[in-house]
């Protein structure tokens, strides 16, 4: 009985001893991903393209508004002159404009949402597939996440290559934009000397 007990005793310590082995060689490391979305060029060049095309149709919409409100004023000052039944139908006719602009509020919202939503979710995929690429050219076993969706709770910061992915992403990104920099250059330069 008692060698049956060392021997399971020895053997659930053997096993033990190679779970830990094998847990420890494990390569991790982990991204900040609030510093890696607040830090990727890519990202900040679209979010100054959502910015100023927001600025530019809230520009259109103040103007609408803005003439609405004087319309408003001018029809109650015309209303005591021109009568109740005139009120009545210039009243309607503005509040169908009020319906109106807020139609084309909520249809430029809709376009802003879909135009850059699309091309915002196109480059987080991109993301995605760098990390991924990133971890199997240097041999990571797992790559965690932290930040806002934070799916670890404590990590060296040894582990953290966040900084790594990040100059890696804007490389790319610098790379890719002068391309196409270079190539609109050509283009308008084969089109002027036609």
């Known amino acids: 009985m008692k ?3 060392l ?26 991903t609030v510093k890696l979305m607040e830090g990727y060029e890519e990202l900040k060049d679209l979010d100054d393209k959502r910015k100023v095309k927001t600025e ?11 003439q609405l409100r004087l319309d408003y004023a001018s029809a109650q000052n015309e209303a005591k002159s021109k009568g109740p039944q005139w009120a009545q139908l210039k009243a309607q006719e503005l509040q169908k404009r009020e319906r109106e602009l807020g139609m084309r509020q909520e ?9 850059f939503g699309v091309k915002r979710d196109t480059i987080l995929n991109q993301m995605r ?13 797992y790559i965690y996440g932290t930040g806002d969706a934070a799916s670890v709770l404590y990590a ?13 992403l804007n490389s790319n990104y610098s790379g890719s934009a002068k391309t ?5 250059k ?9």
């Open 156 to 168: 060296k910061e040894s582990y953290d290559i966040t900084k790594e992915i990040l100059k890696e």
């Open 180 to 184: 196409e920099t270079t190539e609109a």
């Open 186 to 194: 050509e283009v308008k330069d084969t089109a002027a000397a036609k």
């Open 56 to 66: 530019e149709m809230g520009r259109e919409l103040d103007e609408s508004a803005q």
């Open 7 to 32: 021997i399971i005793g020895l053997a659930v310590t053997l096993f033990s001893c190679n779970q830990e082995q094998s847990a420890t060689g494990f390569k991790t490391a982990y991204i900040d």
């Open 107 to 115: 249809s430029m919202i809709k376009e802003l949402q879909d135009e």
């Open 129 to 141: 597939r760098h990390i991924k690429d990133y971890g199997k050219k240097n041999g990571y076993d």
């Open 3 to 5: 060698k049956s007990l």
